[in-house]
């Protein structure tokens, strides 16, 4: 059985600031505590497509593992490694990030995928993410009812770090904010 849900959410700062907080998110200092799931992030590539206006990036994600404590235990990893590749398009203000990951795919997978775009009734203002996630526990489906539970578990241990990282995208939006109009944050 696979969990999917998703989530959307409007920042009310303009698509050039949410995008420059999504990039810096993870590198400052005071989002330590809020995303303490996150443990390494290291840009493998990037490309700039000038003709395109478009910016390819493929970083690697190395996060404590998901789901129970139980079930880690079981697993014999506290660590899982993911790859998240994003497409920023200059000219459609259009920013993605697809984020997966590429260890303990015996026994989960897990796909995340977010986009940034210019809100409809406010483009210049207002910035619409829209997140899905899907998780599937793999080994466990002979055991249905405990795969649920533990995929239950999983999503709700996903959805508490996104309200965590939106909570450290609105300060990351705020510091921008603060940073352009010359005030020290």
């Known amino acids: 059985m696979v969990r999917a849900y998703s989530q959307?959410?409007?920042y009310r700062h303009p698509w050039e600031r949410v995008t420059s907080?999504?990039?810096r998110k993870f590198a400052d200092p005071m989002n330590k505590r809020a995303l303490s799931h996150i443990l390494e992030v290291d840009t493998l590539d990037h490309k700039l497509d000038a003709n395109l206006g478009k910016l390819y990036t493929t970083r690697a994600i190395t996060i404590h593992a998901p789901g129970p404590w139980f079930v880690r235990k079981i697993i014999g990893q506290d660590i899982c490694h993911c790859i998240e590749s994003t497409v920023v398009d200059a000219q459609s203000r259009s920013m993605q990030l697809s984020t997966r990951n590429i260890s303990l795919q015996n026994f989960i997978e897990v796909e995340e995928k977010i986009r940034y775009d210019p809100?409809?009734?406010n483009p210049n203002s207002w910035t619409v993410c829209k997140q899905e996630t899907s998780i599937?526990?793999?080994p466990l489906s002979a055991l249905a009812s405990m795969a649920e539970k533990i995929e239950q578990r999983c999503v709700?241990?996903?959805q508490s770090n996104s309200a965590k990282g939106r909570e450290v995208m609105e300060r990351m939006c705020k510091y921008l904010e603060a940073e352009a109009s010359?005030?020290?944050a």
């Open 8 to 10: 959307e959410h409007i």
């Open 21 to 23: 907080a999504s990039w």
């Open 119 to 121: 809100h409809p009734d």
């Open 136 to 138: 599937k526990i793999k």
């Open 156 to 158: 709700e241990k996903f």
């Open 182 to 184: 010359g005030i020290s």
